[in-house]
């Protein structure tokens, strides 16, 4: 699916525990996105990495870590999950030749339920 | 901030007949990306308008950027049962940082054969 990577397709959490969601890219872009989205809501970005190494906050950062290690890989993580936090959450790349303005291409999701 | 409203939220029309969805920004934008979702899917991209009043067609689909940058229109003609989905404007207001992409908040297209 476009280059990406991103698992677990489904998850189920209880308030309070703690999972990382992967995404992994294989076009060697240097940009990676996670979003979140509910309905009514449309995407909303919770982090951003232009390149290895960097990230920025987006618009709902709050109770979400990432980690860039390389170019191939980021990962969103929830501490200490809460029911707010269910929600379908979705990887994307993007780079290239004039990345600026370059498409995003996502991953098929993952579907997080906090009880 | 950057203030983005798509409208409608939702759509349903009969199979045949036309669509359009409206994408709205506060500020003026530097370029507007049309994405689809099919139900249950991930968004795939559509097309991508830099220029002002820039239009753009795909078959049955056209584009339209305003000519102050500020919003953009997706239109279907004759709609298709394959056109099922929703819709979404993502937008890199001008002077941002070129990482941050904002998405419209959707419209749900239904169309009844």
């Known amino acids: 699916n476009a280059g990406v990577t991103q698992t677990p397709k489904f998850q189920v959490l209880k308030t309070g525990q703690s999972m990382t969601l992967q995404c992994a890219q294989d076009?060697?872009?240097?940009?990676m996105y996670w979003y979140r989205q509910d309905p009514g809501m449309g995407l909303r970005l919770i982090y951003y990495?232009?390149?290895?190494?960097?990230?920025d906050k987006g618009e709902v950062p709050n109770g979400y870590n990432v980690s860039r290690l390389n170019k191939r890989e980021f990962s969103l993580r929830l501490e200490s999950a809460a029911p707010s936090q269910t929600s379908v959450y979705f990887c994307a790349h993007r780079g290239g030749l004039g990345s600026y303005n370059s498409p995003l291409h996502f991953g098929n999701g993952t579907r997080l339920t906090v009880t | 901030g950057q203030q983005v409203m798509q409208i409608p939220q939702y759509q349903h029309v009969q199979e045949g007949e036309d669509f359009t969805t409206y994408c709205n920004s506060s500020?003026?934008?530097?370029?507007i990306q049309w994405y689809k979702q099919r139900p249950g899917g991930h968004p795939v991209f559509l097309i991508q308008?830099?220029?002002?009043?820039e239009v753009k067609k795909q078959k049955r689909l056209t584009f339209q950027f305003g000519e102050a940058k500020k919003n953009s229109s997706l239109h279907i003609t004759a709609t298709q049962t394959t056109d099922v989905g929703t819709y979404f404007c993502?937008?890199?207001?001008?002077?941002?940082?070129?990482?941050?992409?904002?998405f419209g908040q959707g419209t749900i297209l239904t169309v009844h054969p």
């Open positions: 500020t003026t934008l530097s370029n």
């Open positions: 308008l830099v220029k002002s009043g």
């Open positions: 993502a937008l890199k207001p001008g002077g941002t940082s070129y990482g941050k992409l904002t």
């Open positions: 990495s232009a390149s290895e190494g960097t990230t």
């Open positions: 076009m060697n872009h240097n940009s």
